[in-house]
Nanobody
Framework: QVQLVESGGGLVQTGGSLRLSCVAS????????MGWYRQAPGKQRELVAT???????TYADSVKGRFTISRDNAKITVVLQMNSLKPEDTAVYYC???????????????WGQGTQVTVSS
């Protein structure tokens, strides 16, 4: 079993900053990719940012230049630094990881429970 535990959401004013963290634990052999998705009310879940095991990052166009993703492979942690926040960034943010479990050859997708980010105008 694998757990992804998120922290760092909250309420912030437009232009403010928040830092989200996610720690993975459990039956983990390797972690290929970790990142963040978000889902606003009435909308589909969308990619925010991801980081591969070798440090390759991908960002949604809407957050480029404002958000930075970083990863600590030894601690199996991914952090999303969010600056210059806008009301349209309001959503539930979910940690995501692509993990190979011990004794299993294929990778599986895991999700955190979600953390609310609210940006007031």
């Amino acid at each position: 079993q694998v757990q992804l535990v998120e922290s760092g959401g909250g309420l912030v004013q437009t232009g403010g900053s928040l830092r989200l963290s996610c720690v993975a634990s459990g039956n983990i052999l390797t972690v290929e990719r970790m990142g963040w998705y978000r889902q606003a009310p009435g909308k589909q879940r969308e990619l925010v940012a991801t980081c591969t095991s070798v440090g390759t990052t991908t960002y949604a166009d809407s957050v480029k230049g404002r958000f930075t993703i970083s990863r600590d492979n030894a601690k199996i942690t991914v952090v999303l630094q969010m600056n210059s926040l806008k009301p349209e960034d309001t959503a539930v943010y979910y940690c995501h990881a692509l993990i190979q479990n011990t004794g299993i050859s294929n990778y599986r997708t895991y999700w955190g429970q979600g953390t609310q980010v609210t940006v007031s105008s």
